[in-house]
């Protein structure tokens, strides 16, 4: 039972790249979540996806898409990568009135 | 105005004392409420929910609700050198698992 696995651990992009964040849970979860966390800021929802084939906005989408592509996951894209999207990048899963588990994070530098 | 609010401190409280934490949201139609622990360079992990008002121990903490006042706060007694970290308030803002988490509060005890 791995819980929230995040790929990868570490990238670094050039402005104007594309690259995809993926994450899988085990858990049989329903909620799953994409945050961003840079210094000071706590964790920001970017998207989240209540059930399979669902998704909504949070509070930052500008510059990311997401995919529920099954029940285990749920991706990440930047299209067009700024320096602005430099962050810590958290993946989250949540069952029916239970807590929130987080992956390991990715750590995104967009040079 | 962010949705759930924190004072970033840092909080410094002598060793052995009672650390106390708080927070405000915006959304009176919230339902279920978080405390996450997170130690820099690691992912959040969950201390407390709480759901209803009034108080909730478990062990060393308190988590306190007053959905009225719109306000939670986490109580930490016999704070320890461990108990040094950032804390996370979260809040489902409604009923389609939509989570927000404020900026956090860095503690620092003191030994």
Not at chain 1, 23 to 39: E, G, K, L
Not at chain 1, 72 to 100: D, K, N
Not at chain 2, 21 to 35: A, H, P
Not at chain 2, 87 to 99: E, F, G, Q, S
Request: charged share 20%; glycine share 8%.
């Amino acid at each position: 039972n791995a819980g929230v696995t995040q790929t990868p651990k570490f990238q670094v992009l050039k402005t104007g790249q594309s690259m995809t964040l993926q994450c899988a849970q085990d858990m049989n979860h329903n909620s799953m979540y994409w945050y961003r966390q840079d210094p000071g800021m706590g964790l920001r929802l970017i998207y989240y996806s209540a059930s399979e084939g669902t998704t909504d906005k949070g509070e930052v989408p500008n510059g990311y898409n997401v995919s529920r592509l099954n029940k285990r996951e749920f991706s990440l894209r930047l299209e067009s990568a700024a320096p602005s999207q430099t962050s810590v990048y958290f993946c989250a899963s949540r069952g029916r009135l239970e807590t929130q588990y987080f992956g390991p994070g990715t750590r995104l530098l967009v040079l | 105005q962010k949705e759930v609010e924190q004072n970033s401190g840092p909080l410094s409280v002598p060793e052995g004392a009672i650390a106390s934490l708080n927070c405000t949201y915006s959304d009176r139609g919230s339902q279920s409420f978080f405390w996450y622990r997170q130690y820099s360079g690691k992912s959040p992990e969950l201390i407390m929910s709480i759901y209803s008002n009034g108080d909730k121990e478990d062990g060393r903490f308190t988590a306190q609700l007053n959905k009225a006042s719109q306000y939670v706060s986490l109580l930490i007694r016999d704070s320890q050198p461990s108990d040094s970290a950032t804390y996370l308030c979260a809040v489902n803002m409604n009923r389609d698992d939509k989570i927000i988490f404020g900026k956090g509060t860095r503690l620092h005890i003191l030994p």
